[in-house]
Structure formats: C-alpha cells, structure tokens
C-alpha cells in the first residue's frame, strides 16, 4: 500500500516521502497514528502544499525533544521495588512507572510508548534503558532498582 508520510518516522522515512508499506502497517499504525495519508493523487497535491508546515512542525517537535534529552541525559532514576531475598523483583518495572519518575523528579512528560527498556527489569541493580524523544533524539537513562523496606 502506498502512503504519503506526514511525519519523519524512523527507518521508514521523511515528510513528504511516499513509501509502499503492508496494508496492516499503514491501517493500524502511520494512518491511526497521523503519521501518513493513503497516496491519492488529491493527497499527494494536498501534502505538496502544507509540506513546509508539516517540516517546521517537525523542527519544533524536535527542538523539543532536545531540549528534554539535555534535562534527562545520563540521569539515574532509583525505583523502589518489593524484592524476594535473592534480588529478584515481585513484577517487573514497567515503562509506565519510569515516565512517573521522570515526570515526579524532572517535571518531564515522556509518553511510557517511547521508553525502551535494553532489557526487563526484573532484578535489584543498573539497568540502561533508551528514550526515543524523535527520530533524530535519542536519550539513555539508567533506572537502578533497589529494595523498598518491609514494612512492620
């Protein structure tokens, strides 16, 4: 299916470009999303026109994203979690709960669909977990797990 992106979108590529994508991915995701239009002749005509619009969106978007990456950029954020003896966590620690930390210590919103984990976090210790502000903007945190106290 061939589909007009409105949005840089990484490895698929930039505003303006047409690009042919399955069916599933152009329905579920970039056109649900806004992130593309399904490449008519009067869409493509359409996205010519509001094509440098759609690009200063995008330079505001990513300035923004800059602008995070510098307050958060190799930051250690502590979660306090329920633990077994053997430094294994009750559950695990969930994209969700990292954007509360961030947003309660930073005063930083970050959508939990941009936070991804290198691996699950299901221990006590250091984990590196990557941010996708933008496509252009990456940020890489650390989240270090520790023990939340019994309670008595």
Partial sequence: MKVILLENVRKIGSIGEIIEVKRGFARNYLISKKKALFASKENIKEVEKIKQDLSKKDLDKKKEAKEINEKIKNKQYEIKKLSTENKELYG????TEISKVIEEIDKVKINPSLIQPSKEIKSIGDF???INLHPEVQSEIIIKTVPQEEIK
Avoid at 92 to 95: E, L, Q
């Fill in 128 to 130: 590196d977990v990557l």
């Fill in 92 to 95: 695990s620690v969930k994209p």
